[in-house]
């Protein structure tokens, strides 16, 4: 009876530390009641309900901000400075995808109150993904954002290739969750606890059967590589960039991937690790680092390689998310205070470098309805403020100075080449992948400044002063964070801070 008591009061006692996730809950009902009276072609106007909700949230987690790190609910979740980071990433990508949204001609006449639900919905399962502690919490936190995300890549209904990238992303989603759930299942038979913390504790001190344990951790990332697309687990992502609506298509590459990379850090380092001094050592019987970098290896060069052929610019753009996430894990490889850091710096890159081609991509379908990268031969001449923004996000996904993909790559080498000498030649594999990925790049900027389109074009596309505004306020921010990157850096320096649990 006393322990009934102490968890009841724990749970009562986390409420108000749940209160941004309370925030999303509350908006989902809204949306709700709200769409049931209005007609089909009022439902655009829940997108401003939409983003007041995601501002009322923003505003709530950034009072929270400064609050020490606790466990929620009997340490099935952890709120910490860790969390809050990427909680703000996944509000940013909610915010600019619901703007996104208004410019696209694919949702022009549809009615989209179910849209704004399954974005809300989804972001909500991305908070539980960045605090979740507890094998439960972690499996229900993935399994909310890939069933949102089945329904919203298939949203075009009437689409075949949209219908097709859902069904698609339903059959890898379900065969990657049952080899996760698998997994887990035998890290609790191992060990007997579902907390990452008392995981983590007994395997250190117990000495349990390494085959076992690796074959865990292969199944577990089935469903962690899953989220962020990482081989041998990223054959969804081209078919479902090309097929969904392409602000889901965004808010797809960087929104749940980033989710995924914030569960799949807090459970290296909290419950396969143990910390001390600048960094953690994996568990003695484990050598899950060897086995990432080989994956993250082999997601940059097979994103790079493929991307190289691709002439539909949202399947470019796809392999080349898979190419990023390859970059982003070397941080994690590491297990370093370091590695850590340069890999959440490099994901807030990503999300404004990879939003803001997206949003090019919206744009030149709105203005000629094409993704094909023949058709942005002319784009210098015919739209020239959009081909000059495409061609700043393309310096910065390349990595070149001076943008802030170019600072994002910086720290990954120099804390690959800080870190263990094990894994320099981690360092040189990216190298490579950067000069390769120039070649594909520099593909759509010869498009659009090198190349005549095949029949003469003598007038300007006129492009939208709305669109126009989100291109700045993507653009701005990639060329000054490339110079100005110290704030950025600082923030996500102090954000390497997790709960340790009780």
């Known amino acids: ?56 949230c923003l505003l709530v987690l950034l009072l929270q ?88 890549a298939t949203y075009l209904k009437s689409v075949k290739r949209s219908s097709e990238a859902g069904l698609k992303y339903a059959i890898y989603g379900a065969f990657s969750s049952g080899l996760m759930l698998y997994g887990l299942s035998l890290i609790y038979g191992l060990t007997g606890s579902l907390n990452i913390y008392d995981i983590s504790h007994l395997l250190a001190t117990n000495s349990p059967n390494p085959l076992t344990l690796f074959v865990a951790f292969l199944l577990i990332l089935a469903g962690f590589g899953y989220k962020i697309a990482s081989v041998p687990f990223h054959f969804w992502a081209p078919d479902v960039y090309e097929g969904a609506p392409t602000p889901i298509t965004a808010f797809l590459s960087v929104g749940p991937k980033a989710a995924g990379f914030a569960l799949l850090i807090r459970f290296v380092t909290v419950g396969l690790s143990t910390s001390g001094g600048e960094g953690w050592s994996a568990i003695a019987g484990l050598n899950w680092q060897q086995l990432l970098a080989v994956i993250s290896a082999a997601t940059m060069t097979l994103g790079n390689l493929v ?27 590491l297990l370093t205070q370091n590695g850590i850091n340069a890999t959440m710096f490099y994901l807030v890159a990503y999300y404004l470098m990879n939003l803001g081609a997206f949003l090019v991509v919206i744009i030149v379908q709105e203005l000629i309805g094409s993704e094909r990268l023949q058709d942005y031969r002319g784009l210098g001449y015919r739209a020239p403020v959009v081909a000059v923004c495409m061609t700043v996000f393309l310096f910065s996904l390349t990595g070149l ?69 989100l291109l700045a306020i993507l653009a701005v921010p990639t060329l000054v964070l490339g110079i100005a990157f110290g704030p950025l850096y600082d923030l996500t320096k102090a954000s390497v801070k997790f709960f340790a649990g009780i």
């Open 65 to 152: 901000s400064d609050d020490p790190g606790r466990g929620l609910f009997n340490n099935m979740m952890a709120v910490d400075r860790f969390a809050t980071f990427f909680k703000l990433i996944f509000l940013g990508s909610m915010i600019m995808t619901v703007l996104l949204s208004y410019s696209s001609l694919e949702l022009a006449g549809r009615s989209v109150g179910e849209y704004f639900i399954l974005v809300t919905a989804t972001t909500l399962g991305m908070f539980w993904m960045a605090s979740a502690t507890n094998l439960l919490t972690i499996f229900i936190a993935i399994e909310t954002v890939s069933l949102s995300s089945f329904a919203l």
């Open 307 to 333: 991307a190289i052929v691709q002439n539909n610019i949202k399947r470019l753009l796809a392999y080349s998310s898979i190419a990023h996430a390859g970059y982003a894990l070397m941080g994690v490889v």
């Open 401 to 469: 100075p001076v943008t802030i993909g170019f600072v994002g790559k910086f720290y990954l080498l120099a804390a690959v080449l800080q870190g263990d000498s094990q894994f320099f030649w981690l360092a040189v594999v990216a190298i490579i992948n950067t000069v390769i990925s120039l070649y594909y790049y520099a593909r759509i900027f010869k498009a659009m400044y090198l190349e005549t389109p095949a029949a003469p074009v003598t007038e300007r596309l006129a492009v939208s002063w709305p669109a126009m505004a």
């Open 1 to 56: 009876m006393p322990d009934f008591v102490a968890r009841l009061q724990d749970n009562l006692a986390s409420l108000g530390h749940f209160l941004p996730e309370f925030v999303l809950i509350g908006l989902l009902l809204a949306l709700m009641i709200v769409d049931m009276f209005l007609k089909r072609e009022q439902t655009p106007w829940l997108g401003l309900l939409t983003l007041a909700g995601g501002l009322l």
